[in-house]
């Protein structure tokens, strides 16, 4: 499996906002699920949103409302724009794919990409 890759993260104040971006592994990246997980130090990796291959998405509790998941099957690449960003959202954001909805909810991927740093502080 070829892993995805996640590129956007930086150093942002309390408030901002910053999108991050997602390339997704192959041709049928169309027929794929797809979900943004974080990792804060200490604590284990949670899934953040998701999204099926026709557009229908979820989010976690503490960023509905802040963060809006999106994608675009003829590029192959999806995409985490966040609002209104905490400190509390600081974390390692990594996204991955798969065939269907409950594998992205389980999260027990055999491989992972990088991950991109996000920092919200002053």
């Known amino acids: 499996q070829v892993p995805v890759v996640e590129s956007g993260g930086a150093l942002v104040q309390p408030g901002g906002p910053l999108r991050l971006s997602c390339k997704g592994s192959?041709?049928?990246?169309?027929?794929?699920?797809m979900g943004w997980y974080r990792q804060a130090p200490g604590k284990q990796r949670e899934l953040v949103a998701s999204?099926?291959?026709?557009?229908?998405?979820n989010y976690t509790e503490s960023v509905k409302g802040r963060f809006t998941i999106s994608r675009d099957n003829a590029i192959g690449t999806a995409w985490l724009r966040m609002n209104s960003l905490k400190p509390e959202d600081t974390a390692v954001y990594y996204c991955?794919?798969?065939?269907?909805?409950?594998?992205?909810?389980?999260?027990?991927?055999?491989?992972w990409g990088p991950g991109t740093q996000v920092t919200v502080s002053t």
């Open positions: 991955n794919e798969a065939k269907t909805i409950a594998a992205i909810v389980r999260g027990d991927f055999a491989s």
């Open positions: 999204i099926t291959g026709d557009g229908k998405s």
């Open positions: 192959g041709s049928i990246f169309n027929l794929y699920a």
